[in-house]
């Protein structure tokens, strides 16, 4: 538990959660207990992505010959880059993408990051989630804050990561739950043992007998989400007919988040992760570490919107890494740790069908400390365009604190 905040898991986080069996049957069409709201969904990538390679410029001619084995451009074959306007190319593990930003449904933003130059995965990652990249001490995920400013939660489901553990956006006074599989999910309170070694039967009993007022709130609450999750006429789950998603970690998580979707029951604010994306060595080209990280990657998230079909107007999605790779590859065939990297927003409301950049040549003398793709757009400048056109959240000053930049244009009448 962290500010009041609280954090549920399950066992594992293999199988499909079996719920809604009639739902399923019946065209998907599933008792609503809450109003139906907007939702956004964020998907840290932890690692530090290499948006040189996912979203490539291949026609600048400088990234071809600081990356000699890992440069990529796009061609009629098999496994070569897709060009997207004559300038930028997407990964070929990344298809899955292309249909979604022909649509105008997928937006990209490159060179996108913290404007503090901080080379450590864990601060970038802290400085990001908080919202407060010059101040460590900040005890507050933005997301968190944003839940916040959304009014007050009518459901246990207001604010869910699909993790083992709360990350930290979703840090805070507001009621946030981490869950790590919906089908078996059992009460975890962080630093509480006897919430986490407890073999009690009833739930009520192991709170009730608990002489802490908080853990008597917060499991209350809990308690009320297992209901939720457990009533009767809630017995299987399956995708929408024709979706397979990936057997990976953030394909389970999607498709979790999808039941609570499609359940209405209230979720606001969803959370998923996905890791592995820090590639020192033998990165690969259209194949190796990096390609198969982005399929699954975005395969995980094409199941997903197709998955919420019926949805989608409600929904948004959106991406973020804590900074990009060095722009020179290194001696082992990978990338070290950068800065700018870039970021993916899905939705009917995003205007998509462009990267959206404000990029300059990579020329030695453009790159930061010679080295690195500069920072041309503050994170913060994308998140929040995101939260005040989907969530109607307009108090800048209070989801990202000390922060006086403006919004761009990503958004539909943003």
């Known amino acids: 538990m962290r500010n009041g905040a609280m954090a549920l898991f399950a066992a ?45 410029p291949y026609a600048d001619p400088n990234l071809k010959l600081m ?36 649509s105008k449904q997928l937006a990209i933003a490159h060179g996108v990051g913290s404007p503090n130059p901080t080379r450590s995965h864990f601060d970038a990652q802290d400085f990001m989630e908080s919202g407060t990249p010059f101040n460590k001490g900040t005890d507050s995920g933005w ?20 993790t083992s553990a709360l990350p930290r956006s979703l840090y805070g006074n507001n009621q946030a739950l981490a869950i790590s599989n ?40 809990s308690f009320e989400a297992m209901k939720m999750l457990n ?6 789950y399956a995708p929408k007919p024709g979706v397979v998603y990936p057997n990976s970690a953030l394909g389970n998580a999607l498709r979790q988040i999808a039941v609570l979707i499609k359940m209405d029951v209230g979720l606001e604010v969803a959370f998923a992760e996905s890791g592995g994306w820090d590639t020192h060595v033998n ?48 001696g082992t065939g990978g990338t ?29 003398e453009n790159l930061e400390d010679q080295r690195d793709l500069p920072v041309s757009t503050d994170f913060r400048s994308l998140f929040s365009s995101v939260a005040n056109t989907h969530l109607d959240i307009h108090q800048n000053n209070i989801l990202f604190p000390d922060w006086t930049g403006n919004g761009i244009p990503i958004m539909r009448n943003s």
Not at 14 to 41: D, H, M, S, W
Not at 231 to 236: A, D, G, I, R, Y
Not at 336 to 364: E, I, P
């Open 12 to 56: 594992g986080i293999g199988g499909v959660p079996n719920f809604i069996a009639k739902a399923a049957t019946a065209g998907n069409r599933i008792i609503q207990p809450f109003q139906k709201k907007k939702t956004l969904v964020c998907i840290f990538q932890r690692g530090a992505m290499d948006g040189l390679m996912a979203v490539s």
């Open 67 to 102: 990356r000699p084995t890992l440069y990529m451009s796009p061609a009629q074959t098999e496994g070569s880059m897709i060009d997207l306007d004559g300038y930028f190319a997407l990964h070929p593990s990344l298809k899955s993408f292309y249909p979604l930003f022909q």
């Open 143 to 162: 997301l968190n804050r944003a839940v916040g400013l959304m009014g007050k939660p009518t459901t246990p489901f207001n604010a869910v990561s699909i």
């Open 182 to 221: 919906l089908n078996d999910f059992a009460l975890q309170m962080r630093d509480n043992p006897l919430a986490v070694q407890s073999t009690a039967s009833s739930f009520e009993a192991l709170y009730d007998n608990n002489s802490s007022q908080l853990l008597q709130k917060t499991g209350k609450e």
């Open 231 to 236: 009533v009767n006429n809630l017995k299987q």
């Open 283 to 330: 990165q690969g080209t259209d194949n190796g570490i990096l390609a198969r990280n982005l399929k699954d990657f975005s395969d995980s998230i094409a199941a997903f919107w197709e998955d919420i079909s019926a949805h989608q107007d409600s929904v948004t999605l959106m991406t973020m890494t804590e900074f990009g790779r060095t722009v020179h590859q290194n």
């Open 336 to 364: 070290d740790h950068g800065r700018a990297s870039c970021l993916f927003v899905l939705g009917n409301d995003v205007q998509g069908g462009k990267v959206y950049h404000q990029m300059k040549s990579l020329a030695k």
